[in-house]
């Protein structure tokens, strides 16, 4: 079946860097996009980026534009997201999920169908 498995979450200190892995496997057919989300407690879900698998084209939320950058390894299915000059405000657990119906990639949530675990990101001094 479809698994979604997020790595790379941790404590890191206000400026500092971390990247987040999204390993993708089990899908009958291809994924279209993959986006990172996030959600930190008492708030939404925040769409944080999105990239497509055939095009590499990207979006990025207004909030992480410039620090984060998200990329993607086809050949081993895996989707990272490179975030620095972390603030606290970035504290959350941070899920990656698989759009696999071809459309206008984006960071509503409502494009994906497949959702990881999530993985807990702590921007603390």
């Known amino acids: 079946q479809v698994q979604l498995v997020e790595s790379g979450g941790g404590l890191v200190q206000p400026g500092g860097s971390l990247r987040l892995s999204c390993a993708a496997s089990?899908?009958?057919?291809?994924?279209?996009?993959i986006g990172w989300f996030r959600k930190a407690p008492g708030k939404e879900r925040e769409g944080v980026s999105c990239?497509?698998?055939?095009?590499?084209?990207?979006y990025y939320a207004d909030s992480v534009k410039g620090r984060f950058t998200i990329s993607r390894d086809n050949a081993k299915n895996m989707v990272y997201l490179q975030m620095n000059s972390l603030k606290p405000e970035d504290t959350a657990v941070y899920y990656c999920a698989a759009m696999v119906v071809p459309g206008t990639i984006g960071i509503t949530g409502h494009e994906y169908d497949y959702w990881g675990q999530g993985t807990q990101v702590t921007v603390s001094s």
């Open positions: 990239i497509s698998k055939s095009d590499g084209s990207t």
């Open positions: 089990g899908f009958t057919s291809d994924y279209y996009a």
